[in-house]
């Protein structure tokens, strides 16, 4: 059940008591106010003494919108295989948020969980990913949602049916008080030099040269390849700098971080899997990438040059068809243009095409989430023997690095983008990552260069200046 702010909070836990003890079921209880404005980034710092490795940020592109989370009041994970890891959360969120009182609420405000998925269960894992499930969400206790210059706080609560009156009004009073977030003064511009580095190129050339061949022999159209670069900074990364950095850097992509322990999976990715507001669905096709011009001459230049190369639109369709499909069965009246246009993000520009449509009764985020995941920008087509072939060829586990990552509420609403230009921090070290479609033409050497383009945005948000050299 799940109550918000309007009557006293004392009023609700007594109601939420009762009915967790009726059905010896716990029960969610969630209060959101309105606030005077906090920099999300404050608040997300000021979770360090009570809540460090179990925060999240998000903000979706020039910060229309941010939800920072602070505590994990619920944890959903699961390490199934396949579509069972996304239905197995669904389940057991349905099941926790069966029994609803809703009132008026701003979406984006209240319960929700945040969290994600692993790119592929079935490629086995290594050291890196070790603490990271193929499916975890949150509920956060704390969450600052920022919409349209408004800020809300919600504060959540599980209730179990043997929990005590008085200690659970102290838990709304706590929160409640500790808003005073103290301002202090993020330096985005401090410099954090890279001690050592990482490369893994060898190898990754090889497995291209290979894909190209095995498309050019008709096995398979089109499969996405990543690499990993590992690197060791002078000091310890704050995650808080670097979502700062992203956000100042990046401000036409979603800056995610999804704090694990000691480990925060965190970047700035330009592409939405798929959004739904009540019925409302969009999703965008991203593929086909160019460099970004040093004059705005020469950036238009590269921008039409991009719409109008064979290579980059055939790697572009492959992507609009397979979400056309995908969405077909599970949405009415999809809407998706002929051609696409071209997106820009400071260091690269790509193809775009959005697609929207109208949710079908009975489809859910979370099924659109498992039908459209990977599409082919991110793993290839034919989708299971894309699959087959990164899991043969890249030298590397990708863990949640090209997945799925977002969040979603008790009334489906929700958005998912694919965590590319991302990296996994932990002390002083990172391991980002970078992919890139390889198709017949793909050629090994500027493919690499275009995975340097990519490493980009993460390293100059951990560095503080643009490196040059992986
Ligand atoms: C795989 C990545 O990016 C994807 C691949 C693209 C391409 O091949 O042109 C473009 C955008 C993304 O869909 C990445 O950034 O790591």
Not at 189 to 199: D, H, M, P, R, T
Not at 239 to 263: A, D, H, W
Not at 326 to 355: G, R
Not at 404 to 411: K, V
């Amino acid at each position: 059940m799940l109550t918000t702010l309007d009557h006293t909070i004392r009023e609700k836990i007594i109601h939420s008591l009762e009915e967790a003890r009726r059905t010896n079921q716990s029960v969610i209880v969630s209060a959101v106010k309105e606030v005077d404005a906090i920099n999300p980034l404050h608040f997300y710092t000021s979770g360090e003494s009570l809540s460090l490795g179990e925060r999240f940020f998000w903000s979706t592109p020039k910060e229309n919108y941010t939800l920072v989370g602070l505590g994990n009041e619920l944890v959903l994970e699961n390490n199934n295989q396949s579509y069972e890891r996304f239905q197995k959360i669904e389940t057991q969120w349905k099941q926790i948020t069966k029994t609803v009182i809703s009132h008026e609420r701003l979406i984006g405000t209240g319960p929700l969980l945040f969290g994600g998925f692993s790119f592929d269960p079935l490629k086995e894992k290594g050291p890196l990913w070790n603490s990271f499930s193929e499916a975890k969400f949150v509920l956060p206790t704390r969450m600052l949602t920022v919409k349209d210059n408004r800020t809300f706080l919600t504060i959540n609560k599980l209730i179990s049916p043997n929990d005590q009156l008085e200690v659970c009004v102290k838990h709304f009073e706590k929160y409640t008080e500790q808003l005073n977030v103290i301002p202090f003064h993020i330096d985005c511009e401090k410099g954090n030099e890279f001690a050592s580095i990482e490369l893994k190129t060898a190898e990754w050339v090889e497995a291209v040269q290979q894909a190209t061949e095995d498309i050019r022999a008709n096995e398979i159209d089109k499969v996405v390849l990543a690499r990993e670069v590992h690197l060791e900074f002078t000091n310890n990364i704050n995650s808080y700098e670097v979502i700062g950095r992203l956000q100042l850097e990046q401000p036409t992509s979603f800056v995610f971080c999804f704090e694990n322990g000691l480990q925060q999976f965190l970047g700035a990715t330009p592409e939405r899997l798929v959004k739904k507001e009540e019925n409302q669905v969009l999703s965008t096709c991203l593929a086909g990438s160019i460099n970004r011009g040093s004059t705005s001459y020469e950036d238009k230049y590269y921008g039409e040059q991009l719409l109008s190369d064979d290579k980059n639109l055939h790697e572009h369709y492959i992507v609009v068809k397979m979400i056309k499909e995908a969405l077909e069965s599970c949405c009415y009246d999809l809407n998706v243009p002929a051609n696409p246009q071209v997106l820009k993000t400071k260091n690269i520009q790509h193809l775009y095409t959005p697609v929207r449509g109208f949710a079908k009764e009975g489809h859910s985020l979370l099924s659109m989430v498992a039908r459209l995941h990977p599409t082919p920008a991110l793993g290839g087509y034919p989708k299971e023997k894309a699959l087959e072939k990164i899991r043969a060829l890249e030298p590397m586990h990708r863990g949640w690095y090209a997945a799925p990552i977002g969040w979603f509420d008790h009334e489906d609403n929700g958005e998912f983008v694919v965590a590319i230009r991302s990296g996994l921090v932990e002390k002083n070290r990172a391991a980002l990552f970078a992919g890139c479609g390889i198709v017949k033409d793909s050629q090994p050497e500027s493919e690499y260069l275009e995975t340097k383009m990519k490493l980009k945005p993460m390293l100059s948000a951990l560095g503080g200046k643009e490196y040059d050299g992986c």
